[in-house]
């Protein structure tokens, strides 16, 4: 392990020569999205960095919280990814894995999100989502205001995830690029694009009032009206209890992930450095 002095000083250096992810939100990656040698994912005062010395480094200010301990191998220039059995894979240029992160998970769709509470969860699969309504024009527009971010150097801080037992009240919502899932008073849960184009509704307008959604410890969405009545919910996970966590993501989807697989501030705990499975 490297002196905590040590660490400062490459924290110092990571801010100004550290970059976003490959990833389409700076504190989200979905299964398939990769860390490129310098880059990051962020949130507030913390970073999830992947160096150029082939460390996997999550830091709060100048303080490394976790490491991969891979720097010391020979390597550089290494990536990190999200495959599809929920694990992150640190390789390096020549494709040698080098750590992945716990034992791999049942194959589907993940997502590993720099939490709030400044650790690195992963959740998945899948439990549910909206549809993908985008054309591929949409896509295209997506990434060229993606390119425009990175030519500026523009990292936005976005409010895009709801954990389990968190509630969204009337008229909170969450937010990403130009999408918003909001809890209306009205009892309707609506995503939109922009000022008024609509993507997905829950249908379950006017049913009740001063509505609120959950996110319950089964991976399912509930909205409830001021007297506590269910008035919609998603099926729950067949996983069963656990931490999942609702994402609008950057395609304009929104999806619940879960349960927990794995976490930075368990890993001494639960990590087995198991290589991840070839496809």
Not at 9 to 35: K, Q, V
Request: with cysteine; charged share 20%; aromatic share 8%.
């Amino acid at each position: 392990m490297a002196m905590p002095g040590v660490y400062a000083l490459l924290f110092l250096l990571l801010l100004s020569l550290t970059r976003p992810s490959t990833a389409h939100d700076n504190n989200i990656m979905l299964t398939g999205d990769i860390l490129c040698p310098d880059c990051q994912l962020s949130y507030l005062d913390t970073t999830f960095t992947m160096q150029r010395d082939c460390d996997l480094v999550l830091y709060e200010l100048s303080e490394a919280t976790f490491d991969s301990a891979t720097y010391a191998q020979g390597h550089v220039n290494c990536t990190a990814s999200l495959n599809q059995y929920g694990q992150l894979v640190i390789s390096s240029p020549d494709g040698t894995i080098l750590w992945a992160s716990g034992t791999p998970a049942g194959e589907g769709r993940y997502a590993a999100v720099l939490r709030p509470d400044k650790q690195v969860g992963i959740y998945g699969p899948v439990v549910w989502s909206t549809p993908d309504t985008r054309s591929a024009n949409d896509a295209l527009m997506d990434e060229e205001e993606e390119e425009e971010e990175d030519d500026d150097e523009v990292i936005p801080t976005v409010d895009n995830t709801l954990f389990s037992s968190d509630v969204l009240s009337e008229n909170e919502g969450l937010s990403t690029r130009d999408y918003s899932l909001t809890m209306l008073g009205s009892c309707s849960l609506e995503l939109v694009k922009g000022e008024s184009q609509y993507l997905w509704v829950s249908g379950s307008v006017g049913r009740g009032k001063h509505c609120f959604l959950r996110l319950n410890r089964m991976g399912q969405l509930t909205i409830k009206d001021d007297q506590y009545q269910s008035i919609w919910s998603t099926e729950p996970s067949p996983q069963g209890d656990g931490d999942y966590v609702l994402i609008l993501q950057y395609n304009g989807q929104a999806a619940v992930y879960g349960p927990l697989v794995w976490a930075t501030d368990a890993y001494y705990q639960t990590s087995s450095l198991s290589p991840a499975p070839m496809p």
